[in-house]
């Protein structure tokens, strides 16, 4: 508790401020939420008709050489009854969870509430939160690329099962990142190269 406070000159304990800094993401987060209203970009109806045809021929049916993770995004989405709207939910859902585990991963990093700053930036930037309403694969790329990187993050500060938990949670984000935009495939590779160093000593 003292050096906790020594580090914030002398300001008390620096508990209070990473409740402080926590609640002004929250808050961030909520205010930045906007109405369920898709966004058609170019590649939209190529995924849309990928996702019918799968719907249709119960299998993965992929048209115009789309990558087939958006796509069966979609069709999981449609199979349940909901619509595009709901897409857009579940990408403003998604990238909810990016921001934190962006902010558990640079708190776990920093051990300071500072760290969070960037991370409250990031989630009220606008450029970025026009794009949780585009119906394209970019922004769920784009989350579980981070996802994959944090996992990463992680796993050089934490302990030895814990460890091994976050390399493979973040081999699978990668995989996943794969699935949606085919560019990024080395980044799975990457990232079980980059885990196995992490994880070698303790398996």
């Known amino acids: 508790a003292t050096?906790?406070?020594?580090?914030?000159?002398g300001v008390g304990s620096p508990w209070p401020w990473a409740v402080l800094a926590w609640a002004a993401l929250l808050v961030a987060i909520v205010v930045s939420f906007t109405p369920a209203v898709p966004v058609i970009w170019g590649d939209t109806p190529s995924f849309v008709e990928s996702a019918l045809r799968t719907l249709e021929a119960g299998r993965p049916t992929v048209a115009g050489g789309r990558d087939?993770?958006?796509?069966?995004?979609?069709?999981?989405?449609f199979a349940f009854g909901g619509d595009?709207?709901?897409?857009?939910?579940?990408q403003q859902a998604a990238w909810a969870v990016l921001m934190l585990a962006l902010a558990a991963t640079a708190q776990a990093a920093t051990r300071n509430a500072g760290g969070l700053?960037?991370?409250?930036?990031?989630?009220?930037?606008?450029?970025?939160?026009?794009?949780?309403?585009?119906?394209?694969?970019?922004?769920?790329?784009?989350?579980?690329?981070?996802?994959?990187?944090?996992?990463?993050?992680?796993?050089?500060c934490v302990g030895k099962t814990a460890r091994c938990c976050a390399v493979a949670a973040s081999?699978?984000?990668?995989?996943?990142?794969?699935c949606f935009r085919s560019q990024g495939i080395l980044v799975p590779i990457a990232a079980v190269v980059v885990g196995a160093r992490l994880a070698r000593p303790d398996t």
């Not at 050096?3 to 000159?9: C, F, N, T, Y």
């Not at 087939?68 to 989405?77: E, N, Q, R, S, W």
């Not at 595009?84 to 579940?90: A, K, Q, S």
């Open 84 to 90: 595009l709207g709901t897409v857009v939910r579940l």
């Open 3 to 9: 050096g906790g406070a020594a580090s914030l000159g």
């Open 171 to 178: 081999v699978l984000c990668a995989a996943l990142a794969a």
């Open 68 to 77: 087939p993770g958006y796509p069966a995004f979609l069709a999981v989405t």
């Open 117 to 156: 700053v960037p991370i409250i930036l990031v989630a009220t930037y606008p450029g970025l939160l026009l794009f949780r309403n585009v119906l394209t694969a970019e922004l769920l790329f784009a989350v579980f690329l981070n996802l994959a990187m944090a996992g990463l993050l992680v796993a050089t």
